[in-house]
């Protein structure tokens, strides 16, 4: 099973995709911060972090620094309502996808489903 660590300092929108990832058959992990990320990321094995960008403490970018230091070929997706700070001093992961909120959840499903090469959200 794919297992995602999703950062997103907004509680009501991290159940709201925590329980829509479950719900098409991904492991979700879910912190409020990227400092409360941190010691996930130490203990367990994910294949996505999914995390906001703008967050307090530990933005999302920071995060993602730290987590390709801890998992390399961990994948990387932003999600943000501002998409214009996720290209600042070209410091994100080459590899990572910038998700701009307002998102249907059908639109993440898909991004995740294309980065793995599985299923379809036509149940969403």
């Keep these: ?21 479950e719900r098409t058959g991904y492991a979700v992990d879910a912190a409020d911060s990227g400092l409360s ?3 996930l990321l130490e203990k ?5 972090l999914l995390t906001d960008i703008v967050m307090p403490g530990m933005d999302g970018i920071e995060l993602a620094q730290e ?13 943000t309502g501002f998409a214009a700070v996720a290209l600042k001093n070209g410091k994100t992961p ?10 249907h959840l059908r639109d993440l499903v898909l991004e995740v489903d294309r980065m793995f090469e599985v299923g379809d959200a036509s149940g969403l």
Excluded: G, Q
């Excluded at 987590?67 to 999600?79: L, Q």
């Design 44 to 48: 367990e094995k994910y294949d996505l």
């Design 67 to 79: 987590a390709a230091k801890i998992a390399p070929d961990m994948r990387v997706m932003f999600i």
């Design 94 to 103: 080459p590899n990572a996808k910038v998700l701009s909120k307002p998102f």
């Design 1 to 21: 099973m794919i297992r995602i660590l999703l950062a997103e300092d907004d509680a009501s929108m991290r159940e709201y995709l925590k329980r829509a990832l």
């Design 37 to 39: 990320a941190m010691p």
